[in-house]
């Protein structure tokens, strides 16, 4: 298939391309932002996704310095290793195909565990529609803070989008709430 821009055709999978390039530009100013924050104030970060299959544990690894507060991360794509690796509750797992607020504040608790970490982020869900998404695309994503759940919520992507794209969405807005947060918690500290 060949999408015309201009006057150059370009196919999706050039476009695909294209938007992973763009998705990395775009993103270095909030890399910037989230890995001096995190040296600033000496914490550390893990990361435990599904449906983003990586992007985040890729993101952290682009930040200047990352080995100094990012810990690492666990890409866990099945129901069984969400299980094993991740310590969600299997009936609930099974029940909702691994895709639900408490899955993912579960892995996001429990990756921070594992790594030892200060924040941790997770995220459960889907990027292409399926029979179990019930033909929709979306994702829950968590952040803990020392063990405290501070953020969970859901993110509605329109069905048609495609796979890539809706992978990079889901990590850009996710970094996104992060540096949310750590504005938020600079202003605590501020205060206290």
Known sequence: MILKNSKIGISSEELSVRSLIYFIMELQNLFKYIGNYLLEVDETIAVAESVTSGFLQFSFSQMKDASKF????????????????LKVDESEALACDCV??????????????????DWS??????????????????????????????????????????????????????????KLELDKHHENRSIS
């Open 121 to 178: 982020i997770a995220v459960t869900g889907y990027a292409t529609p399926v029979p179990e998404s019930k033909q929709k695309l979306y994702a829950y994503f968590a952040i803990v803070y020392k063990g405290q759940v501070i953020l969970s919520e859901k993110l509605d992507l329109h069905s048609r989008t495609k796979q890539v794209n809706a992978q990079l969405y889901y990590t850009e807005f996710i970094l996104g709430c992060f």
């Open 100 to 117: 639900s607020p408490n899955i993912a504040e579960t892995m996001a608790l429990n990756v921070s565990k594992i790594f030892k970490s």
């Open 70 to 85: 990012y810990k690492g991360g666990i890409t866990a794509y099945t129901p069984d290793e969400k299980i094993n690796l």
